[in-house]
C-alpha cells in the first residue's frame, strides 16, 4: 500500500502564500506522476497542479503564473508553492499519486492522501 501525508495548509489573508507538501511511504512506484487536486463544499474534486518524473509541470488555467509543483524524487515528496491567493482557493487540497492514464482527472489517480484545508480571508 502507499500512503500519502499533506502538510501545510492554514489561513490565510488574499494576497498571501502558502506551501503545501505531501510525502509518499510505502509500496510507492518509482516515477509515479504526482498531482494537487482541490475541492470546495458543494464542488467537484478538480486538478491543480501535476508533476511527471522528469519534473514536467502541468497547472490548471485558474492558477498559472500564481502556483508552482515540484518534486523531490529521491525524498518521494511533492510541493505546492501557492501565491497571490485569493478567497476562491480556499479548499481542502489533496495529494495525488500514480496516473493509470494521460488524463489530470481524479478518476486517474490511484493514491491518495487525507486532504489538507486552505482558507483565504478577503
Known amino acids: 500500500q502507499v500512503q500519502l501525508i499533506e502538510s501545510g495548509g492554514g489561513l490565510v489573508q488574499a494576497g498571501g502564500s502558502l506551501a503545501l507538501s505531501c510525502a509518499a511511504s510505502?509500496?510507492?512506484?518509482?516515477?509515479?506522476?504526482m498531482a494537487w487536486f482541490r475541492q470546495a463544499p458543494g464542488k467537484e474534486r478538480e486538478f491543480v497542479a501535476g508533476?511527471?518524473?522528469?519534473?514536467?509541470?502541468n497547472y490548471a488555467d485558474s492558477v498559472k503564473g500564481r502556483f508552482t509543483i515540484s518534486r523531490d524524487n529521491a525524498k518521494k515528496t511533492v510541493d505546492l508553492r501557492m501565491n497571490s491567493l485569493k478567497p476562491e482557493d480556499t479548499a481542502n487540497y489533496y495529494c495525488?499519486?500514480?496516473?493509470?492514464?494521460?488524463?489530470?482527472?481524479?478518476?486517474?489517480?490511484?493514491?491518495w492522501g487525507q486532504g489538507t484545508q486552505v482558507t483565504v480571508s478577503s
Open positions: 510505502g509500496r510507492t512506484r518509482s516515477g509515479s506522476t
Open positions: 508533476i511527471v518524473s522528469s519534473g514536467t509541470a
Open positions: 495525488a499519486m500514480h496516473r493509470r492514464d494521460n488524463y489530470w482527472s481524479p478518476q486517474s489517480f490511484l493514491y
